[in-house]
Structure formats: structure tokens, C-alpha cells
């Protein structure tokens, strides 16, 4: 077993991946406004740019490339921080603001997703520790199924790049994989019964081809509780 030193990051990833989620779950439902998309500032590069960062691949479908609207001003889980950055398709890092995937999932119109409740909750745990920076790297998509996410298709491929990318432009250590997807592989029987070998492998590719063997994945899992009469 892992001293709970060495346990400690691993523990706040999960805290902040559920209280994101929950945030979003409960969150009632906002009143009309312009779409997020709207939202959506040319922010300067961040002075913090060149210092090294904890950085977070996300990937996935709409569930994390977000989707909706949201009232404005944004509520306090999804407002800008100095220290948390984004890279830009660019590849250049910013300030991280919704929608954090405009210009990644340029088919849909992007919103809320859970990476900056992940964010914020990740540097309230953190004990107050100004030396820490986060690099969000949005690689998500809309409406994918994940045999897309294959290795050496377009989007895996797209996403290791951009995670490597994210480790060369100002350094630091990839922290984990935010991964939210599979609504699109309930559809057809076979995709669904294909879906856990399919997760494994793309995990494996990930570790293998990011030089990162123990890589941690955080994957969201919705439980849905059928209710008999």
C-alpha cells in the first residue's frame, strides 16, 4: 500500500472529480441567457505560463466539453483564477474561462462542463499552496463514441499531441486523464458490451504512448437507479 503521502494527490484528484460533478448534477436549472458561447474572452497569455503546472487532459464527449447555459455572472466553481490555465487550440496557455472547448469542439456550442469546479477544488485542497498552477488541455468532443478514441484515430491522436504539447510549452507533470463519455456507445447493444475492453485499451494506449506507466484516469460514472412499481 502506498503511503498515504504518495496517496495524497491521487485523493484530491478524486475529491475535486466528484465535487464537480455533483455541482453540476444539482445545480437548478438557469434562467434564460445568451449561450456561453458568447462568453468567451481572448484572455492575454498568463504571466504564469512559463512556470511548471499540474496538467489535466480532458477528453471525452459533450458531458466534458460542456453543454447548456449558465446564468452570468458565472457562478463561483466556473470563474476565472490566475492560476488556472488553459491551452488554447493554439497551443498557447491562457487564463482558463468558459467555455473551456470553444475552440476544440467547433461543430456544437460549447458551456459548462466539470473541469472548473475540478479546478478550484483542486487548489482549496491544496492548503493554500500559491506555488500551484493548473493546465487544463481540452481535447473533448461532442457526440463521439469511443472507438474513436482508438489509437490512431484522429482524436486520440489529437489529444496526445495536445498532452504533449502541454508538457513541452512551460513544463510540469501530467496529473491525470479527466475522461466523461459513453452516452453515445448506449445506443447499439454491441457498442455497449464493447465498452469496457475498448475503455482498457484506450487507457493502455494512453499510459504507453504518454511514457507515463501508472498514468492516473479519472472516469465519471453515472449510476442510474431503476425504480420498479
Not at 453540476?24 to 462568453?39: D, G, I, Y
Not at 493548473?134 to 484522429?154: C, D, F, K
Not at 504507453?208 to 420498479?228: C, E, K, M, N, W
Request: proline share 10%; net charge positive; aromatic share 6%.
Amino acid at each position: 500500500m502506498k503511503p498515504a503521502a504518495a496517496r495524497r494527490p491521487l485523493l484530491l484528484c478524486a475529491l475535486a472529480a466528484a465535487a464537480a460533478l455533483s455541482f453540476l448534477l444539482v445545480a437548478p436549472p438557469p434562467p434564460l441567457a445568451a449561450h456561453l458561447s458568447t462568453l468567451l474572452l481572448t484572455f492575454p497569455a498568463s504571466p504564469y505560463a512559463p512556470r511548471p503546472k499540474l496538467l489535466f487532459l480532458l477528453a471525452g464527449q459533450s458531458n466534458m466539453a460542456g453543454r447548456g447555459i449558465a446564468p452570468s455572472p458565472l457562478p463561483p466553481p466556473f470563474r476565472p483564477h490566475p492560476r488556472v490555465l488553459r491551452l488554447a487550440a493554439s497551443r498557447r496557455w491562457v487564463v482558463a474561462a468558459p467555455p473551456l472547448h470553444a475552440d476544440i469542439d467547433t461543430h456544437k456550442a460549447c458551456g459548462l462542463g466539470p473541469a472548473m469546479p475540478f479546478a478550484h477544488r483542486l487548489l482549496r485542497e491544496s492548503g493554500g499552496d500559491s506555488s500551484l498552477v493548473l493546465g487544463l488541455v481540452p481535447s473533448a468532443v461532442g457526440g463521439t463514441r469511443i472507438w474513436m478514441w482508438a489509437r490512431g484515430e484522429p482524436l486520440y491522436e489529437a489529444a496526445v499531441a495536445r498532452a504533449r504539447a502541454a508538457l513541452g510549452a512551460g513544463g510540469g507533470t501530467l496529473g491525470a486523464v479527466l475522461w466523461f463519455q459513453g452516452e453515445s456507445d448506449t445506443i447499439e447493444l454491441d457498442d455497449a458490451t464493447a465498452y469496457g475492453g475498448r475503455m482498457e485499451r484506450l487507457v493502455n494506449d494512453l499510459r504507453a504512448d504518454l511514457g507515463i506507466p501508472d498514468l492516473l484516469v479519472i472516469q465519471v460514472y453515472l449510476l442510474f437507479r431503476a425504480h420498479l412499481d
